[in-house]
């Protein structure tokens, strides 16, 4: 069963770059069958996706967010990241990571979330 | 603000069918697939309904879905107490480089 693993401080400085690690487990990543996403949700708000990674190394970023986010992947340890700079009390949320696949394009497995809290 | 368009909220009495909306535009729900995903409290979102209308095994015959021009819409028939959750809808959005969108998601209660 694949499972998906996100890690990260939980604490960060206005004005800092968030850094987060997706681990995903019961599965390789290193498939051309799926890519590998960053989605966030702020607390009683709704969904935004933040970027995908393929394991080519092909990115795609949210508009919103591109200036500011960088998405990397290491299939070496079946990992793939995410780093987010300059961040604003706007970017405290929950950080979901999941998987999409590419024949039917949907996320099909997800992380649990980790709570990424922007405070002095 | 979202770019995909649901109401806030919905609700339904056991038993009933419900129908929820999403409204987007030609660069999105009008030239791609939807996907309806459900949050119950405290999760992650799960599947439902992928590619307009067709739903995952596992996901019961009540979900079905939708989509006609730039809207779509999810139906729940035979509401249960399960069912009350947060319910998105996903599409892919061809502007600038392409990227996900969802909208802003809609309660469900079930009274």
Redesign the interface.
Known sequence: QVQLQESGPGLVKPSQTLSLTCTVSGGSINSDRYYW?WIRQPAGK????I??IYTSGST????SLKSRVTISVDTSKNQFSLKLSSVTAADTAVY?C?RGTVI?????Y????TLLTVSS | Q?VLTQPPSASGTPGQRVTISCSGGSSNIGSN?V?W?Q?LPG?????LI??NN?R?SGVPDRFSGSKSGTSASLAISGLRSEDEADY?C?A?DD???????????TKLTVL
């Open positions: 996403n709704g969904l935004e996706w970027g995908r795609n970023y949210n508009p979901y999941a039917h394009d949907y996320f099909d997800w992380g649990q979330g | 979202s697939y996907y995903y949050q999760t992650a979102p799960k599947l992928y590619k067709q995952p998105y996903v892919w502007s600038l480089s392409g990227f996900w969108v969802f909208g802003g998601g």
